[in-house]
């Protein structure tokens, strides 16, 4: 992809919930080969940076967590099977239902996990440790209160096709916030709302298909997704727009 300017500052983005904590334990270094598992944060790995690191968005978390999502319903679903896949229980609200059954019946079809819901018709959920929410509000430019609000172990993931007039207000109170390709006069509105740097700025209105600006009140970073191919199969290939 055409990478935009690198994003400097801190190694570590910090989108992930840190790992949990083990006694700390030592190998030989003939050992280290055998070593497969991965270390770093603990979430969904949603695609790779510019250096090719793998991203992760820890959107499960013991606290209540926000995020705005301004772009594709595409991007929106691969986060939510992904989600699914670490064991959070997924509830859509949606005005457009027909667009999220080939989810739900990929996932093994009602009581699978990923539940569908009128807007303003989502029931409590109850979650907890064991059983973590994730909530996708599909709902349009201007999406309505929520019946159901970000808590302990139940986050909530706002979609957003551009940047209407609620865009601003659900930015300030999100932890994590995506932007993708928007338009010029979008991307200068989004800089000053971030606090973006002018080059990404400028890059926003340019962002293939696929990548997103992620960015948390520490960091920001560029992350382009690469399907697997039963996503591929599922959803098709990356799209901005639907």
């Known amino acids: 992809m055409s990478v935009p300017v690198p994003v400097r500052g801190r190694g570590r983005l910090g989108l992930g919930l840190p790992g949990v904590r083990r006694p700390t334990h030592t190998v030989r270094p003939e050992q280290l080969a055998s070593l497969a598992l991965p270390v770093g944060d603990d979430g969904v790995v949603i695609g790779v940076d510019e250096e090719g690191r793998p991203a992760v968005l820890g959107v499960v978390r013991p606290t209540p967590y926000d995020v705005t999502l301004i772009g594709g319903l595409w991007t929106a679903q691969v986060l939510a099977l992904r989600a699914a896949a670490t064991g959070a229980r997924i509830v859509v609200e949606t005005g457009r239902a027909a667009a999220w059954e080939g989810l739900v019946r990929a996932a093994g079809g009602d009581g699978c996990g990923i539940a569908l819901h009128e807007v303003g018709r989502v029931p409590p959920q109850g979650p907890s440790a064991g059983s973590p929410v994730v909530v996708v509000r599909d709902c349009g430019t201007r999406p309505p209160r929520g019946r159901v609000a970000a808590g302990p172990w139940q986050s909530v993931v706002t979609l957003l096709p551009y940047l209407s007039p609620v865009a601003s207000g659900l930015m300030e109170k999100s932890s994590l916030v995506g932007i993708q390709r928007v338009s010029p006069g979008e991307a200068e509105q989004i800089g000053h709302l971030m606090r973006l740097g002018s080059g990404e700025t400028r890059s926003l209105p340019t962002l293939t298909d696929g ?24 959803l098709g290939s990356a799209r901005r727009m639907d």
Do not use: N, Y
């Not at 990548?211 to 599922?234: N, Q, Y």
């Open 211 to 234: 990548v997103t600006l992620w960015r948390t009140r520490r960091d920001r970073r560029f992350v382009m997704i690469h399907p697997t191919d039963a996503e591929s199969g599922l």
